[in-house]
Each structure stands twice: as C-alpha cells, then as structure tokens.
C-alpha cells in the first residue's frame, strides 16, 4: 500500500513558474526498485494525460506538450516527488495527480493503465 500527497499548486501568470512536491508513503517503509513514478494532469472537459514519469533508475519520459519546459525529479532520501514547471502557459491549467506504479507492465510510462496509486491532486491555474 502506498499513500501519495501532492502539494504546491497555485494561480500564476502566463510565463510564470511552480513546484509541484508529492510525498510517498510504503506502508512497508521501503521502495522496492522497479517502480515508476508519475505526473498526470486533467483539465475540465479534457482526459486525464500523462506529463512526465520518472523510474527507480532515473530514467524520465516527457509529453511532446511539455518538454523543455518542465522537470520532473525525485528525492530518494526523502520519499518524495517533484515536477518543476517553468514558462507555465494557460493550456497548462488543470488539476495534476501523482502517481505510483509497483512495476512497469510495457504499456508506456505516461499511460495511466499503468499506475496503482494516485494522490488526491494539486490545482494549477495559468492566467493569460
């Protein structure tokens, strides 16, 4: 069992920059390697759509939509998950989850199949 909690959200201006942090807690205590770990956003009316994942190894995949702009990171003393955002734009609006996968199954980092936990969300709102 693991408990995801996002925080970091906000209300920023086009060009503007946030951090977004999620806290994992393993009712375990320990993160066994293999997982993955992930960004999803979903806007009103829109599918939910992976940002940025990254594995135990490090290794990272980005949307097309976001590259260049965000990063997404991890503190493995901490536990804990991070998606720095940089020149954030209006369509970046919408309520981003983090996620956590025990393993991955092969259907693709940023496919939210893949996934057996999630946070509650952070609200990020761009304002033009």
């Known amino acids: 069992q693991v408990q995801l909690v996002e925080s970091g959200g906000g209300s920023v201006q086009s060009g503007g920059s946030l951090r977004l942090s999620c806290a994992a807690f393993a009712a375990s205590g320990y993160f066994y390697s293999g997982y993955v770990m992930a960004w999803f956003r979903q806007a009103p009316g829109k599918d939910r759509e992976g940002v940025a994942a990254?594995?135990?190894?490090?290794?990272?995949t980005y949307a097309s939509s976001v590259k260049g702009r965000f990063t997404i990171s991890q503190d493995n003393a901490k536990n804990t998950l991070y998606l720095q955002m940089n020149s954030l734009k209006p369509e970046d609006t919408a309520m981003y989850y983090c996620a956590f996968a025990t393993y991955y199954r092969g259907g693709g980092y940023l496919s939210d199949y893949e996934y057996d936990y999630w946070g509650q969300g952070t609200q990020v709102t761009v304002s033009s």
């Open positions: 990254i594995d135990s190894e490090g290794s990272t």
